[in-house]
């Protein structure tokens, strides 16, 4: 059993950065890839960065250069770390992971909400 919790989010001004968090727990089941998803209000849920075991990473174009994703080894923690954000980056935050590239994402966080103010 995989277990996530999300942490770091918060209100922030547009330009500022924020660092999201992903703790997991439950590190005898192999994991392939980790992600971050977000969600803003009367929207779909959208997959904002992946990364995989071998450390090969993947981002949605909107936040390509202002977002990096880190980490996620068996035993460490998950990271965004998110630099001149924008108002359309407000939503919530959500930490994923699954077990193969054939799988859906098996294992969800919580989600951390995160607000930018204009």
């Known amino acids: 059993q995989v277990t996530l919790v999300e942490s770091g989010g918060g209100l922030v001004q547009a330009g500022g950065s924020l660092t999201l968090t992903c703790k997991r727990t439950g590190v005898a089941v192999r994991i392939n890839t980790m992600a971050w998803y977000r969600q803003a209000p009367g929207k779909q849920r959208e997959l904002v960065a992946t990364?995989?075991?071998?450390?090969?990473?993947n981002y949605v174009d909107s936040v390509k250069g202002r977002f990096t994703i880190s980490g996620g080894s068996p035993g460490n923690t998950l990271y965004l770390q998110m630099n001149n954000l924008k108002p359309e980056d407000t939503a919530v935050y959500y930490c994923a992971a699954r077990r193969s590239m054939a799988e859906e994402y098996n294992y969800w966080g919580q989600g951390t909400q995160v607000t930018v103010s204009s």
């Open positions: 990364i995989s075991s071998v450390g090969s990473t």
